[in-house]
């Protein structure tokens, strides 16, 4: 059993920057597929960013087309926790922000809700224009 708590969410301006993070507990998060969803008011959840390791210290990360090249996911195993690093920042980013993992999830389904069996509670992130 996983259990994940997100942290760092807040208001900010756009163009500005956050850091999410997300603590994990259990005795194999090093070895969990782990991602960042996010929901705003009237949407679907949706998927943000993936990130897994094959072993080793080799690590694949997965991007929404809205995100790229503005947000990083990262993992400590050292500290048990997820990071999303969110640069310029847009009012359009505004949402619930939720950390989730699974033991295994099949390559092309990794930023898809259904794919993740664990779920934190979520972090509110507020873009002002």
């Known amino acids: 059993q996983v259990q994940l708590v997100e942290s760092g969410g807040g208001s900010v301006q756009a163009g500005g920057s956050l850091r999410l993070s997300c603590a994990a507990s259990?005795?194999?998060?090093?070895?969990?597929?782990m991602a960042w969803f996010r929901q705003a008011p009237g949407k679907e959840r949706e998927g943000v960013a993936a990130?897994?390791?094959?072993?080793?210290?080799?690590?694949?990360?997965y991007y929404a087309d809205s995100v790229k090249g503005r947000f990083t996911i990262s993992k400590d195993n050292t500290k048990n926790t997820l990071y999303l690093q969110m640069n310029s920042l847009k009012p359009e980013d505004t949402a619930v922000y939720y950390c989730?993992?699974?033991?295994?999830?099949?390559?092309?389904?990794?930023?898809?809700?259904?794919?993740?069996?664990?779920w934190g509670q979520g972090t509110q992130v507020t873009v002002s224009s």
């Open positions: 990130i897994y390791t094959a072993g080793g210290s080799t690590y694949y990360t």
């Open positions: 989730a993992a699974h033991s295994f999830v099949r390559d092309g389904f990794r930023l898809m809700r259904n794919a993740y069996k664990f």
């Open positions: 259990g005795p194999t998060y090093s070895n969990y597929y």
